[in-house]
């Protein structure tokens, strides 16, 4: 990948934009992990919160990250209407999600928010998720876990110039 404007960031990139500003930060590399499943067995070495992420599209191609808990469920059919979705949602393709968030399926974060300079996805926090001190989440990459505090994860999305929205979207 080549250093132009429109390269997405690197985990490098947001770690140095963390130590900007001044948010605690520590990551774990490990082998990847393309799903919760698969990322089970780190959960005695990482605690805290760990998400899981779905990047979704309502039908006037909006965007959204919702950011819950490992094993919460999400209503696929009735959560537009808390998110303020047009119509019902569906998953987003992964050609828009390397577009907006700068990482492929298998590595959706909400610390993408780094690379979605036009604020093209509303990023919204599960409200379950905000119950933890500490959230783990893919620092743009899935062989590595990034700890934050769960405030900090909050200014660090405002900080990319998005609104964190603290929502209830998870049954």
Sequence with gaps: MTDTPSSPRTDKDLFAFLDGLGIAHSTRYHAPVFTVAESVALRDEIPGGHTKNLFIKDKK??????????????????????????????????????????VIPGAVTALGAINDSTAKVRIIIDEDLMAYDVI????????????????D???????????????????
Excluded: C, Q, W
Aim: glycine residues 10%; hydrophobic residues 40%; neutral net charge.
């Design 61 to 102: 191609d909006n965007y959204f990250l919702l950011t819950v808990e490992e094993h919460a469920t999400v209503d696929l059919k009735t959560v537009h209407g808390v998110i303020g979705a047009s119509g019902r949602v569906s998953f987003g393709r992964p050609e828009k999600l390397m577009d907006y968030l700068g």
């Design 136 to 151: 783990n989440a893919h620092p743009l990459r899935n062989d590595a876990t990034t700890s934050i505090g769960a405030r």
């Design 153 to 171: 994860l909050l200014r660090f999305i405002a900080a990319t110039g998005h609104e964190p929205l603290v929502l209830k979207v998870t049954a």
